[in-house]
């Protein structure tokens, strides 16, 4: 009797409303914000922000009009912003155990699945993290083969450039020379320039770093399991993540065949030593899979971060023909031609090393960082952020933050260096992030980056093709990186 009465009554138009109420009342009561959350965009019910763009241009308006800590909300999730430096070292550095945690990014917890060491949490974060800066340290700058290496694969790059008749792109020489550097402590060995397969993967890690911030990515982070059948950049993204773990597991079995524990040859060897030792702690997540994610980590965060690096510094330098001019004269002064240069005369270079960190700082390759989670309720510029919640923070806005900076927009060495012309350090650099969380490759990235800098300026002068204007515009994704150009090299 009942169903027959509703059935009369209410027809499908009803039942659809009546549907979409009770999502929408669903939507406001679960996603209610608690007091004194961060404010932010009007969010339309059910998709919340998911329209308004997740690069560091469209985050740095909304600072503006929000505030250093603000709040955007795509589908359920809400992410809360931090910008401007003194905001992000109260959460960083004074506020150290409140965002060290990362949160689950649906694009790369389908690949990582919490292993390795950059998206892994709690214990099994901690170990791999310390075996990591353990053995990167013990295999590079406690045996001083680091700085070896690098200057070996500065005469390899430099001949490349040298051999090049016409302008060309320089990424195609950069990638392989800052990839062999880690590739020879992870796996003891470099591979050529012209190593196809090595070629490719660096290809499919390129690649990825393009596609990870494409629009499909970004919507696959909100709508996961609808994508997982949508073809699209995504899917492209996790085969090209198969294929370099792929050439990593290969790495691996090699390793294995002639592996001798009470002599290890690098980073994989003592981390097969690592799992036999840990076999009793399966907690600390020492097994093959891990070892795959750990080396995939290292092998992508350490390629593409300086090599995206190195090309914003020849950039900037054919841009600013003066300044490349004063750092050769301090490379003629401290190095001269006659030896290559090394770490040590790092010390008595102050204006190379005010020009790498400017151009880190004017590169801002990373950002908005690397996501984080709050580990627990915490207060922050007098909002409430409840555990759990996703944060990004605004590395961006630290790097050109107007109150900290002299001529945040302009390429300026000056930033660092002070009236006597000597290096000076200055706390609002953080292309590194800062905390618990940091970067634990900036040691060897900063080698790397004096290293190769000064060997490709004590040997050669860098302009643009003629007739061709460079633009100094960054290409928004993942990473900011300078978009493809080519340069021209006179031996000095
Ligand atoms: C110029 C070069 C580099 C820059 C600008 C850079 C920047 C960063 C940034 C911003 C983060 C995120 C930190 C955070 O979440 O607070 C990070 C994390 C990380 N970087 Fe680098 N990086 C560089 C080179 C390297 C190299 C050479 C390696 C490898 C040896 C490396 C390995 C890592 C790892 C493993 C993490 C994750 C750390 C964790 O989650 O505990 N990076 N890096």
Avoid at 63 to 87: L, P
Avoid at 121 to 136: E, S
Avoid at 404 to 432: I, V
Wanted: proline share 7%.
């Amino acid at each position: 009797m009942i169903s027959h009465y509703l059935l009369e009554y209410l027809d499908l138009n009803s039942c659809l409303i009546g549907i979409c109420i009770f999502l929408l009342l669903t939507d406001i009561f679960k996603n209610k914000n608690p007091p004194d959350f961060p404010p932010g965009p009007w969010r339309p019910p059910l998709v919340g922000n998911v329209f308004t763009g997740v690069d560091y241009k469209t985050t740095e308006k909304l600072a503006e009009k929000y505030g250093d800590v603000y709040s955007v909300r795509w589908g359920s999730e809400k992410t809360v912003f931090i910008s401007g430096y003194k905001m992000v070292k109260e959460a960083l550095i004074t506020k150290l155990d409140s965002f060290s945690e990362r949160p689950v990014i649906p694009l790369f917890d389908k690949v990582y699945k919490g292993r390795g060491v950059s998206l892994s949490n709690g214990y099994v974060w901690k170990m791999q993290r310390k075996f990591a800066i353990t053995h990167l340290r013990y295999f590079g700058e406690a045996k001083k083969n680091l700085e070896m290496s690098i200057q070996q694969e500065s005469v390899f790059l430099c001949d490349a450039f040298k051999e090049e008749g016409g302008p060309f792109n320089p990424q195609s020489y950069l990638n392989p020379a800052v990839s062999n550097i880690i590739c020879a402590l992870l796996f003891g060995h470099r591979f050529d320039y012209h190593d196809e397969r090595f070629l490719k993967t660096l290809y499919f890690n390129i690649e990825a770093v393009i596609l990870a911030g494409s629009t499909h990515a970004n919507l696959y982070n909100v709508f996961p399991r609808l994508l997982d059948y949508v073809p699209g950049p995504h899917q492209r993204l996790f085969n090209n993540y198969l294929k370099i773990a792929e050439f990593l597991r290969d790495e691996i079995r090699k390793h294995k065949e002639d592996w001798d524990p009470s002599a290890p040859r690098d980073y994989i060897d003592a981390y097969l030593a690592e799992m036999e030792k840990k076999k009793n702690d399966p907690e600390a997540g020492f097994n093959i899979d891990s070892l795959v994610f750990s080396t995939l980590d290292l092998f992508e965060a350490g390629t593409e971060t300086t090599a995206t690096t190195m090309r914003w510094a020849l950039l900037y330098m054919m841009k600013f023909p003066q300044i490349q001019k004063k750092v050769q004269a301090e490379i003629d002064r401290v190095i001269g031609q006659s030896r290559q240069p090394t770490l040590d005369d790092r010390a008595n270079m102050p204006y190379t090393e005010a020009v790498i960190h400017e151009t880190q700082r004017m590169g801002n390759i990373i950002p908005l960082g690397f996501p984080k989670r709050a580990c627990k309720d915490t207060t922050l510029g007098g909002y409430f952020i409840p555990k759990g919640t996703a944060v990004t923070i605004s590395l961006s806005s630290v790097l050109n933050d107007k109150s900290e900076w002299e001529t945040p927009d302009t390429f300026n060495p000056g930033h660092f260096l002070d009236d006597q012309g000597q290096f000076r350090k200055r706390d609002a650099f953080m292309p590194f992030s800062a905390g618990r969380r940091s970067c634990l490759g900036e040691p060897l990235a900063r080698m790397e980056l004096f290293l190769f800098f000064t060997s490709l300026l004590q040997q050669f002068t860098f302009s643009p093709e003629p007739g061709v204007e460079l633009s100094l515009e960054g290409q928004l994704g993942f990473t900011n990186a300078p978009g493809p150009y080519r340069l021209c090299v006179s031996p000095r």
